[in-house]
């Protein structure tokens, strides 16, 4: 994904949102794809949260503005904190954190962002692809945000390309 995104960006800081095509993305990457747009007072809209995400936290955010979702421990204001420095940075983000849901299950997730401009300046858009994966498990049955228990961030890494 971050090859494309650089493809697509040329010798520019950002591409546009315009010219990502979906069906230029390998099929079994697009349930992981989420795209969020940046609106006025820097409130993220999900735009489009893929089925592997839908599946990870329970239901589909499309159409969710973030700052209007439950806090859950802190893992809300994490959230808008590394959408905020994206923004900050306009340029892409990785992220790896851990999720502790009840019953003890863990999953690892790992995160990239990357940012869309429409005028070669500001952020627009993120485009995430993220995937989840069970560290401890003994029941693989799905989990929602009201089984959350906690979060910690192992890695974070702006990618200046």
Known sequence: MLNHWCALRANRVMPTRREFDPTEVPPKTLPNL???????E???LYRLHGTAHVEAV???LTGSYLDELPERGGYR????????RLVQERAPLFTESTIHWKDYVTRSTQRLMMPFSNDGH???HVLSAQVFEFVRCDDR??????????FGETQRYVLHV
Do not use: C, S
Request: no cysteine.
């Open 122 to 124: 500001t952020v627009h």
């Open 34 to 40: 989420m795209i969020v747009e940046i609106q006025e």
């Open 58 to 60: 329970g239901w589909d």
């Open 141 to 150: 049955a799905k989990f929602n945000l009201t089984d959350f228990e906690g």
């Open 77 to 84: 204001d994490y959230i808008i904190g590394i959408y905020e």
């Open 42 to 44: 820097k409130r993220f």
